[in-house]
């Protein structure tokens, strides 16, 4: 039944989303508020910082409703690795501007300071911005300048600025922390590192880390001692074929006293195939994914299956969909696995994720996950005591995975967001 489901889900989506954007051929044009004033909604999550754009651009109205804004501007970021991020903004004309759109990005790079990545995205916005503008009586309040390095010859030189490092980011990283109070004290570090490559047609990553964890408890009984581990790296390179095919080759390897690895690697050929071109990804995308690889697992404790080592082949099968429209937002994804040798150890997720304005001022979202799994070849044999139970010393075995939520929420009275205002 969840697998009916989940196929009529996919079906629904592919035929209702098949073109960028839901039409809205009952709309009209509508004129713009007699103050001159276009409306603005900001569609953003939490990291966009909304009272520095405020006062950079003054010149619009925020409203706090998708229907009452003359553009909806709609920010999503993705992330490059450690060579930076990439942020999509997509201006959408609504009343005034119904039909009018554009879309613009800013490349922020990993060295950049929160601050100048804000600086960046909002002159995004400040360009994008104008075109509407240009037709109402603000524009006698728009200064439009433009600068050059003046280092450089000339535009072309710029632009053709030799790349030293052939477009390859580095990030070395550590830390730790600790606390102490009577009866507990804990420590803990971790270091790693990440070599990025990200192009048109290319992306390649390593990244090698280490993670470690001590803690002690102070009970009448003596103290009790828990340090765990987890140490391993991940790696791939990702090579764009087409505007919808790509062919991926995945590494990864993990010492892990939680998952009673001693060491395990594995070596994943992948292919993927896009319903969308590619660059429509930051708006739309549908996606399937195949994985078949080989892996060995060298085990702390002997297993269930009485193993403490093995060779494992596996392979997998991902259908992913992902929506970012004017309406809301769609996540979902089906993932089926299991190993060639041993069909009987196999995993299946399906997960969804919503986020729908259903009319002015009232949205709901929801969450859910379900997981049959078959899979967990690493668990220790023998019963855990409850103290490595209560200290999450191992993984615990299970057939399942439920997780849910929902949250609904519903805004009224004035059509205008709050005001950028820093005072107490």
């Keep these: 039944m969840k697998l009916n489901f989940s196929v009529l889900l996919f079906s629904f989506l592919i035929f209702f989303f098949s073109s960028p954007i839901v039409h809205a051929s009952n709309k009209t044009r509508q004129p713009v508020s007699p103050s001159g004033r276009i409306s603005v909604f900001l569609d953003t999550e939490s990291w966009f910082d909304r009272d520095f754009v405020r006062q950079q651009i ?60 804000r600086r960046g995205y909002t002159n995004i916005l400040k360009i994008g911005l104008v075109s509407y503008l240009s037709s109402t009586p603000m524009i006698d309040r728009v200064l439009v300048d433009f600068f050059m390095d003046t280092s450089m010859d000339s535009v072309d030189d710029a632009t053709e600025e030799a790349d030293s490092w052939n477009n390859w980011v580095f990030e070395v990283y550590g830390g730790g922390n600790f606390a102490k109070e009577e009866k507990l004290s804990n420590y803990s570090f971790r270091t790693g590192f990440y070599a990025d490559r990200v192009t048109t047609q290319w992306k390649i990553r390593l990244r090698p880390y280490f993670n470690f964890n001590n803690r002690t408890y102070v009970t009448s009984e003596g103290d009790i001692e828990n340090s765990t581990h987890r140490h391993g790296y991940s790696a791939y390179v990702v090579k764009s074929l087409t505007d919808h095919w790509s062919l991926g080759i995945f590494s990864s390897g993990l010492s892990s006293t939680f998952h009673n690895l001693d060491f395990n690697a594995d070596l994943i050929p992948a292919v993927e195939w896009s319903l969308f071109p590619y660059q429509e990804a930051t708006r739309r995308s549908l996606t399937l994914a195949y994985r078949m690889g080989y892996g060995y697992n060298n085990y702390m404790e002997t297993t269930i299956f009485d193993k403490n080592e093995e060779w494992i082949w596996a392979q997998s099968l991902e259908a992913t969909v992902r929506f970012q429209q004017p309406w809301g937002s769609i996540r979902a994804g089906i993932t089926g696995s299991h190993f060639l040798n041993d069909l009987s150890k196999n995993r299946a997720q399906i997960y969804t994720s919503v986020n729908l304005r259903v009319f002015q001022g009232l949205s709901i979202n929801f969450y859910g996950n379900y997981e049959i799994i078959n899979d967990l070849v690493a668990i220790p044999a023998g019963d855990r005591s409850l103290e490595e139970v209560l200290l999450a010393r191992s993984q615990q075995a299970t057939s399942y995975s439920i997780s849910g939520s929902v949250g609904l929420s519903y805004t009224f009275g004035s059509r205008f967001s709050a005001a950028y205002n820093p005072r107490l």
């Design 58 to 117: 003054p010149v619009v109205n925020y409203v706090r409703d998708r229907e009452q804004s003359d553009v909806h501007i709609i920010v999503t970021r993705h992330d490059a690795g450690s060579a930076g991020t990439n942020y999509a903004i997509s201006f959408i004309g609504n009343r005034a501007f119904l039909g009018i759109n554009n879309d613009l990005t800013y490349w922020a790079a990993s060295t950049n300071s929160s601050d100048e990545t």
